[in-house]
């Protein structure tokens, strides 16, 4: 499925330079640099109007998507480094939805609700939230929270046009043998006009998604298990769905009130501040404990492998760069992060560039009595609860709004700062807190940071707040074991785009999957933006009328490289037929795209033999 940006854009009607840009990515989590290149892009095309402050990168935060493209060296590890290209992709599709958005900017009205959806997830580490006071826990009625916000655009006229839902999940469905991932990304050309997205992270994204998953594994005590790789999927979205269309099918709350954004960063290097108590604590360069290989749902993060003591190489970078490990932890650091045993050092890991981020984005957007807490990282249910509730008090004992004031978390956005749990839950060290890399005091450190910005959401201040120096680009030293395509070739007496395995001659009916193989090239020669890699293709008034394309979850695109050495490769178009789908004569279509060993790159095109829907 091609992975998308979506923007959209708010903006005062009496004072329309009042804006912000709240963008959507179907990626992993937001990026510096990425953000960098895009806020870049924007500012210099409409000077004035959208800058580094009023500008949102924020992620859908699901797992199976292009990796690479994050600036800081720790996360490089897994995709063999830096992968410019997807970077690339990244930022013009990005910067393409907001042109649009820009474009279509029309008068509308706001409006603002939430609806309970019970079982769409529940706590990564239900021991880790049990740490947390009783009487605080008490407080709640589930271990999770259960809301989903919605807010819902609609036009002058009353039509909605889209809408924004808020929901506390790990938008993590696909477990980690999914080998179907796009290789470009984001928008492409459709005629809608309706824009919607679930933004599955709300007052904490660390709640599992993988509902069936984890149950099994518990039932199991760590017996083998596995569902179908979309059905988990597919089963939280659609309860999503069902609590978006309840608010959308309700006359909600209108949202009232001026736009504004605030934006600074706050360097968490050894950051003192004073709790509510008068106590004054600080926070720690980054570090990563030592549980990051004990995860429930697959394996460890950055390919360490629990028990291996093999020297075989399990990582061409990590070969690399563990000549550069992270050194030994200074005292003050070791005394920082306790209880935390510290793993990597990142936060004194400079070479061969930064592995960790020291620096972070704050960042709030407030339309009317709604305001969005952008948020760089990944809280648990009670940090993002104690967050929420601390700005949310803060907002109305300020006055800046109402006791009609919502509050929502997205995230991880701008930065990637990894995780976000209670000093409680910190204590535990399970995978939530030894992956808390600014040490015990991280979530504190936010609260005292959001709170204090509050007051620069009231229309009144026209001053900005200060700020600790942004991050420095990384991508300039970034290292890159991704290596180009070298050639394509067709087999002998075959050309590309030749049909392998062909579809069958039989009737097709609904539920049955039309599969054909040809002869293919490597799918990096062109991402095909704003494109597709198939189609199919239906004969509709004596014409071929493309009605599905590589946007469609019943559509598969496998792409195997069969011989490095000839350079053959074969290319799997599959479709599996939806209900409600019309009789007739179809076909699959394939595009691709072949590299010669000396020449360009060209374009080609394979049809399957033509089949029937009945």
Same mark, same amino acid.
């Given at each position: 499925?091609?992975?998308?940006?979506?923007?959209?854009?708010?903006?005062?009607?009496?004072?329309p330079?009042?804006?912000?840009v709240?963008?959507?990515?179907?990626?992993a989590?937001?990026?510096?640099?990425?953000?960098?290149s895009?806020?870049?892009e924007?500012?210099?095309?409409?000077?004035?109007?959208?800058?580094?402050?009023?500008?949102?990168l924020?992620?859908t935060?699901?797992?199976?998507?292009?990796?690479g493209?994050?600036?800081?060296?720790l996360?490089?590890?897994t995709?063999?480094?830096?992968?410019?290209?997807?970077?690339?992709?990244?930022?013009?599709g990005?910067?393409l939805?907001?042109?649009r958005?820009?474009?279509?900017?029309?008068?509308?009205?706001?409006?603002?609700?939430?609806?309970?959806v019970?079982d769409?997830?529940?706590n990564?580490s239900?021991?880790?939230y049990?740490?947390?006071?009783?009487?605080?826990?008490?407080?709640y009625?589930?271990?999770?929270?259960?809301?989903?916000?919605?807010?819902?655009?609609d036009?002058?006229?009353?039509n909605?046009?889209?809408?924004?839902?808020?929901?506390?999940v790990?938008?993590?469905?696909?477990?980690?043998?999914?080998?179907?991932?796009?290789?470009?990304?984001?928008?492409?050309?459709?005629?809608?006009?309706?824009?919607k997205?679930?933004?599955?992270?709300?007052?904490?994204?660390?709640?599992?998604?993988?509902?069936r998953?984890?149950e099994?594994?518990?039932?199991?005590?760590?017996?083998?298990?596995?569902?179908?790789d979309?059905?988990s999927?597919?089963?939280?979205?659609?309860l999503?769905?069902?609590?978006?269309?309840?608010?959308?099918?309700?006359?909600?709350?209108a949202v009232?009130?001026p736009?504004?954004?605030?934006?600074?960063?706050?360097?968490?290097?050894?950051?003192?501040?004073?709790?509510?108590?008068?106590?004054?604590?600080?926070?720690?360069?980054?570090a990563?404990?030592?549980?990051l290989?004990k995860?429930?749902?697959g394996?460890?993060a950055?390919?360490?492998?629990?028990?291996?003591?093999?020297?075989?190489?399990?990582?061409p970078f990590?070969?690399?760069?563990?000549?550069?490990?992270?050194p030994?932890?200074?005292?003050?650091?070791?005394?920082?992060?306790l209880?935390k045993?510290?793993?990597?050092?990142?936060g004194y890991?400079?070479?061969?560039?930064?592995?960790s981020?020291?620096?972070?984005d %704050?960042?709030?957007?407030r339309? =009317?009595?709604l305001?969005?807490?952008v $948020?760089? +990282?990944?809280?648990t #249910?009670? &940090?993002?609860?104690?967050?929420?509730d601390?700005?949310?008090?803060?907002? %109305?004992?300020?006055?800046v709004? =109402?006791?009609d004031?919502?509050?929502? $978390?997205a +995230?991880p956005?701008? #930065?990637? &700062?990894?995780y976000v749990?209670?000093?409680?839950?910190?204590?535990?060290?399970r995978?939530?807190?030894?992956?808390t890399?600014?040490?015990?005091?991280t979530?504190?450190?936010?609260i005292?940071?959001?709170?204090?910005?509050?007051?620069?959401?009231?229309?009144s201040v026209t001053?900005?707040?200060?700020?600790?120096?942004?991050p420095?680009?990384?991508t300039?030293k970034?290292?890159?074991?991704?290596?180009p395509?070298?050639?394509?070739n067709?087999?002998f007496?075959k050309?590309f785009?030749?049909v392998?395995?062909?579809?069958a001659?039989?009737?097709?009916?609904?539920?049955?999957?039309?599969?054909a193989?040809?002869?293919?090239a490597?799918p990096?020669?062109?991402?095909?933006?704003?494109?597709t890699?198939?189609?199919?293709?239906?004969?509709?008034?004596?014409?071929?009328?493309?009605?599905?394309s590589d946007?469609h979850p019943?559509?598969?695109?496998?792409?195997?490289?069969t011989?490095?050495?000839?350079?053959?490769?074969?290319?799997?178009?599959?479709?599996?037929i939806?209900?409600?789908?019309?009789s007739?004569?179809?076909?699959?279509?394939?595009?691709?795209d072949s590299?010669p060993l000396?020449?360009s790159i060209?374009?080609?095109?394979?049809?399957?033999?033509n089949?029937?829907?009945?």
């Amino acid at each position: 499925m091609r992975q998308r940006s979506r923007a959209w854009i708010v903006a005062d009607a009496a004072n329309p330079s009042n804006r912000f840009v709240f963008i959507n990515a179907d990626i992993a989590m937001g990026d510096t640099g990425v953000r960098r290149s895009i806020v870049s892009e924007l500012s210099s095309q409409f000077p004035g109007v959208y800058n580094n402050d009023n500008i949102a990168l924020v992620s859908t935060h699901q797992h199976s998507g292009v990796g690479g493209y994050l600036e800081d060296l720790l996360p490089q590890i897994t995709s063999l480094g830096y992968v410019k290209e997807t970077a690339d992709a990244i930022v013009s599709g990005t910067v393409l939805a907001v042109q649009r958005a820009h474009a279509n900017l029309q008068p509308g009205q706001l409006s603002v609700g939430n609806t309970t959806v019970v079982d769409g997830n529940i706590n990564r580490s239900p021991f880790a939230y049990l740490a947390n006071p009783a009487e605080e826990r008490a407080m709640y009625q589930y271990d999770q929270d259960k809301d989903l916000t919605l807010l819902r655009f609609d036009d002058a006229s009353g039509n909605a046009r889209g809408f924004l839902s808020f929901y506390p999940v790990h938008g993590t469905s696909l477990y980690e043998n999914n080998t179907l991932r796009t290789l470009g990304t984001p928008a492409r050309t459709l005629t809608v006009h309706f824009v919607k997205v679930l933004v599955s992270l709300g007052t904490a994204n660390l709640v599992n998604s993988n509902i069936r998953h984890v149950e099994i594994l518990l039932r199991t005590a760590m017996a083998a298990f596995r569902i179908s790789d979309f059905e988990s999927n597919m089963i939280i979205a659609q309860l999503q769905v069902d609590g978006a269309k309840t608010l959308m099918s309700t006359t909600l709350p209108a949202v009232q009130g001026p736009v504004k954004y605030v934006h600074t960063y706050m360097n968490m290097s050894y950051r003192s501040f004073q709790l509510p108590n008068g106590t004054t604590v600080q926070t720690c360069p980054p570090a990563m404990g030592e549980v990051l290989c004990k995860l429930y749902d697959g394996p460890g993060a950055f390919d360490f492998i629990q028990g291996d003591n093999s020297s075989d190489p399990q990582n061409p970078f990590w070969e690399i760069v563990k000549g550069a490990i992270t050194p030994l932890p200074p005292p003050e650091q070791i005394a920082c992060q306790l209880p935390k045993p510290i793993l990597l050092d990142t936060g004194y890991a400079n070479s061969p560039y930064q592995w960790s981020p020291n620096t972070v984005d %704050i960042q709030m957007l407030r339309a =009317g009595n709604l305001v969005i807490l952008v $948020i760089p +990282g990944e809280l648990t #249910t009670m &940090a993002g609860r104690r967050l929420r509730d601390a700005v949310r008090a803060e907002l %109305i004992s300020s006055g800046v709004v =109402g006791d009609d004031a919502y509050v929502v $978390i997205a +995230g991880p956005a701008n #930065t990637y &700062a990894h995780y976000v749990a209670t000093k409680e839950e910190y204590a535990v060290q399970r995978y939530e807190g030894a992956s808390t890399i600014f040490g015990q005091w991280t979530l504190d450190s936010y609260i005292d940071k959001y709170t204090s910005l509050v007051s620069y959401l009231n229309p009144s201040v026209t001053t900005t707040p200060p700020s600790d120096p942004a991050p420095q680009d990384q991508t300039s030293k970034a290292i890159s074991l991704q290596t180009p395509v070298i050639v394509d070739n067709a087999p002998f007496g075959k050309s590309f785009g030749s049909v392998l395995i062909d579809v069958a001659t039989t009737s097709y009916q609904v539920g049955d999957t039309v599969v054909a193989q040809f002869v293919g090239a490597n799918p990096r020669n062109n991402l095909r933006l704003e494109q597709t890699f198939l189609n199919v293709d239906q004969v509709v008034n004596g014409q071929w009328t493309a009605v599905k394309s590589d946007s469609h979850p019943s559509t598969r695109y496998e792409w195997l490289r069969t011989s490095e050495i000839l350079g053959y490769s074969t290319v799997n178009i599959s479709w599996t037929i939806e209900s409600g789908t019309p009789s007739g004569t179809y076909r699959l279509t394939y595009f691709g795209d072949s590299k010669p060993l000396i020449g360009s790159i060209s374009a080609f095109t394979g049809h399957s033999s033509n089949f029937t829907v009945s």
